[in-house]
């Protein structure tokens, strides 16, 4: 394919950068975040695990990626890592980790081992990953309550439990211990929910790759190539612009595949005529980008698809128009609904009048999902959906997407023009105190930028 010697980051350009991109996030934000978490869960504890090794098959891995409640507060890439703080006593924030092994560290690369744990990534004491047992019971001791996301590995928990029963067992000294488990959301989630400036610039550089990936698709899509070769020139760019991973697998659906929500085989060939819906984002440093953008393979839309995409722009800004301090996600998805239940009577896809196809949800056969999830370093990033016996208001610094679609399937009741027209709109957008900033406006969007980027 001519599109390969033609990518806008040449493979030459991939910065030298290491592999975690921190940004201007210090070893000093991690620390504070420890903090807040001490003063927050004060008396208690808290247990954070590293992402388990997965075996792919013999002795093969998945590739690794921490979990982001350890890198949150930690930012440290190991696997078989802990991480405890404890506010009844000193050390206040203890790292276990595995120790430094030359022949190991020849094989797998370098490791921090204590001292670095202690010297890079805020430890007061760091001990050996092999003393966790030994060393748990000691540290529970003066705490008593454990906050701790039981319930997700079960040798994780027998292993907590195991700390907790031995301690029991001492009551006739007076001790005291974790007399209850917490979940860690309460505390840990919401402040991943609102994000720092220096989380927000990881944002905007992931934002940056990304938008570099939809412009080289839409500038060498041609009818006749394979979707698996434009994820493929998603994930070079993605790399080559210094990302470490897609968000999420990068979907590609042409033709008929962009009304499925999920598709992920990319393994169709791309007809004239076709649109190509690329719900597609890169992660970078731990941070996720999550942009659907759709455009036509041949460069100019039908008049059929021209029509279901302005109707998906026109309920995507309305839904925009709505996010602010102190607005819901409810809101913002009734603001796309109505536009698109309106859309869909004007263009004879569904029937009116608009408050009874609202009520009857008539326009679930088309637009099935909801319009708006958080963003952060997970791409359905964490934090609670509802507070306060309701959904939750808005606050400046929180980052959501905003995502209507239309998808008329093939076999739909309908015009033949408009079966198998898939389209969806994906922005991710950050709440202000002033309204909100939509991270990803550079990228081609409007009807007129998508057909000039996509110009032959
Ligand atoms: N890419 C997953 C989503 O849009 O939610
Ligand atoms: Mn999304
Ligand atoms: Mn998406």
């Given at each position: 394919?001519?599109?390969?010697?033609?990518?806008?980051?040449?493979?030459?350009?991939?910065?030298?950068?290491?592999m975690?991109?921190?940004?201007?996030?210090?070893?000093?934000?991690?620390?504070?975040?420890?903090?807040?978490?001490?003063?927050?869960?004060?008396?208690?504890?808290?247990?954070?695990f590293s992402a388990p090794v997965a075996l792919r098959n013999n002795d093969v891995e998945h590739e690794y990626r921490q979990d982001?409640?350890?890198?949150?507060?930690?930012?440290?890439d190991e696997p078989e890592s802990?991480?405890?703080?404890?506010?009844?006593?000193?050390?206040?924030?203890?790292?276990?980790v595995r120790l430094?092994d030359p022949e190991r560290e020849t094989w797998d690369g370098p490791r921090?081992?204590?001292?670095?744990?202690?010297?890079?990534?805020?430890?007061?004491?760091?001990?050996?990953i092999a003393?966790?047992?030994?060393?748990?019971?000691?540290?529970?001791?003066?705490?008593?309550?454990?906050?701790?996301?039981?319930?997700r590995d079960g040798a994780r928990?027998a292993r907590?439990?195991?700390?907790?029963?031995?301690?029991?067992?001492?009551?006739?000294?007076?001790?005291?211990?974790?007399?209850?488990?917490?979940?860690?959301?309460?505390?840990?989630?919401?402040?991943?929910?609102?994000?720092?400036?220096?989380?927000?610039?990881?944002?905007?550089?992931?934002?940056?790759?990304?938008?570099?990936?939809?412009?080289?698709?839409?500038?060498?899509?041609?009818?006749?190539?394979?979707?698996y070769?434009?994820?493929?020139?998603?994930r070079?760019?993605?790399r080559?612009?210094?990302?470490e991973r897609p968000?999420?697998s990068?979907?590609?659906?042409?033709?008929?595949?962009?009304?499925?929500?999920?598709?992920r085989r990319?393994?169709?060939?791309?007809?004239?005529?076709?649109?190509?819906?690329?719900?597609?984002?890169?992660?970078?440093?731990?941070?996720?980008?999550?942009?659907?953008?759709?455009?036509?393979?041949?460069?100019?839309?039908?008049?059929?698809?021209?029509?279901?995409?302005?109707?998906?722009?026109?309920?995507?800004?309305?839904?925009?128009?709505?996010?602010?301090?102190?607005?819901?996600?409810?809101?913002?998805?009734?603001?796309?609904?109505?536009?698109?239940?309106?859309?869909?009577?004007?263009?004879?896809?569904?029937?009116?009048?608009?408050?009874?196809?609202?009520?009857?949800?008539?326009?679930?056969?088309?637009?099935?999902?909801?319009?708006?999830?958080?963003?952060?370093?997970?791409?359905?990033?964490?934090?609670?959906?509802?507070?306060?016996?309701?959904?939750?208001?808005?606050?400046?610094?929180?980052?959501?997407?905003?995502?209507?679609?239309?998808?008329?399937?093939?076999?739909?009741?309908?015009?033949?023009?408009?079966?198998?027209?898939?389209?969806?709109?994906?922005?991710?957008?950050?709440?202000?105190?002033?309204?909100?900033?939509?991270?990803?406006?550079?990228?081609?969007?409007?009807?007129?930028?998508?057909?000039?980027?996509?110009?032959?």
């Amino acid at each position: 394919m001519e599109a390969l010697g033609q990518t806008s980051i040449p493979l030459g350009d991939t910065p030298a950068e290491p592999m975690v991109n921190t940004g201007d996030m210090s070893k000093d934000e991690f620390v504070a975040r420890q903090n807040r978490v001490l003063e927050s869960i004060h008396p208690g504890a808290l247990l954070v695990f590293s992402a388990p090794v997965a075996l792919r098959n013999n002795d093969v891995e998945h590739e690794y990626r921490q979990d982001s409640d350890f890198y949150y507060l930690t930012g440290f890439d190991e696997p078989e890592s802990v991480l405890l703080l404890r506010s009844a006593g000193q050390p206040r924030s203890v790292l276990f980790v595995r120790l430094r092994d030359p022949e190991r560290e020849t094989w797998d690369g370098p490791r921090a081992g204590v001292e670095g744990a202690v010297r890079d990534f805020g430890a007061e004491q760091a001990f050996s990953i092999a003393e966790l047992d030994v060393k748990l019971p000691e540290l529970l001791r003066d705490e008593p309550r454990l906050f701790y996301a039981l319930g997700r590995d079960g040798a994780r928990d027998a292993r907590v439990l195991r700390a907790i029963q031995q301690l029991r067992q001492q009551t006739r000294k007076a001790v005291v211990f974790p007399t209850s488990i917490a979940e860690t959301d309460g505390v840990l989630h919401e402040m991943r929910l609102l994000k720092s400036a220096s989380e927000l610039s990881l944002m905007r550089r992931a934002v940056e790759i990304t938008d570099a990936g939809h412009r080289e698709l839409m500038r060498v899509t041609r009818p006749g190539m394979y979707e698996y070769e434009l994820e493929a020139l998603l994930r070079r760019t993605f790399r080559a612009g210094g990302s470490e991973r897609p968000a999420y697998s990068p979907i590609v659906g042409s033709g008929p595949n962009a009304t499925i929500l999920h598709h992920r085989r990319n393994d169709r060939r791309i007809q004239d005529g076709d649109l190509v819906l690329v719900d597609a984002g890169c992660e970078y440093g731990y941070y996720a980008s999550d942009v659907t953008r759709t455009y036509p393979a041949s460069g100019r839309f039908s008049p059929a698809q021209a029509s279901v995409y302005e109707l998906v722009l026109k309920s995507q800004y309305a839904a925009i128009e709505k996010t602010r301090p102190g607005a819901t996600l409810e809101q913002i998805h009734e603001a796309a609904l109505e536009v698109i239940t309106a859309g869909l009577i004007e263009l004879g896809l569904i029937e009116g009048p608009l408050e009874a196809a609202l009520k009857e949800q008539r326009y679930k056969p088309y637009f099935m999902h909801r319009t708006s999830h958080w963003l952060g370093m997970d791409v359905h990033d964490v934090g609670r959906y509802y507070k306060d016996g309701g959904p939750r208001l808005l606050e400046p610094g929180m980052v959501l997407t905003v995502e209507p679609g239309v998808y008329v399937s093939e076999s739909a009741a309908v015009d033949p023009k408009f079966r198998g027209i898939g389209v969806r709109i994906e922005d991710d957008v950050l709440v202000t105190a002033e309204g909100s900033v939509v991270m990803s406006d550079a990228i081609p969007k409007t009807l007129e930028e998508v057909e000039a980027a996509c110009a032959r």
